[in-house]
Nanobody, 128 residues
């Protein structure tokens, strides 16, 4: 499984930005994998942003982005999106997409160590 993230950039506070993560590989399908976005700012730990389960497409969000960010997917294109609205300077980070097998417990969905595959990351910078 390979994950390719794109869509980062430099925006002003209050702006919107959309990230994409295209999954590929012989074994990848949303029937097998759920996907998530994490972010990591300099000097900080990797932080859970949002996830979408592979089976039902249920969504989960980190407290700091709830109500501002939306995760969605296009099953036919094996792509997951992160729509980010109302961006704040504290959203500045490298954003990573990740995939994990569906059988893993929902209670662990926010734990980066439970993810099996990672994309290369895309930089999002929000200026004040």
């Amino acid at each position: 499984v390979q994950l390719q993230a794109s869509g980062g950039g430099l925006v002003q506070a209050g702006a919107s930005l959309s990230l994409s993560c295209a999954a590929s590989g012989r074994t990848f399908s949303f029937s097998r994998y759920g996907m998530a976005w994490f972010r990591q700012a300099p000097g900080k730990e990797r932080e859970f942003v949002a996830a979408i389960t592979g089976s039902e497409g249920s969504t989960y969000y980190g407290d700091s982005v709830k109500g501002r960010f939306t995760i969605s997917r296009n099953i036919a294109e094996n792509t997951v999106y992160l729509q980010m609205n109302g961006l704040k300077p504290e959203d500045t980070a490298v954003y990573f997409c990740a995939a994990r097998l569906n059988w893993k417990a929902i209670s662990t969905i926010r734990a980066p160590t439970t993810y099996d595959y990672w994309g290369q990351g895309t930089q999002v910078t929000v200026s004040s």
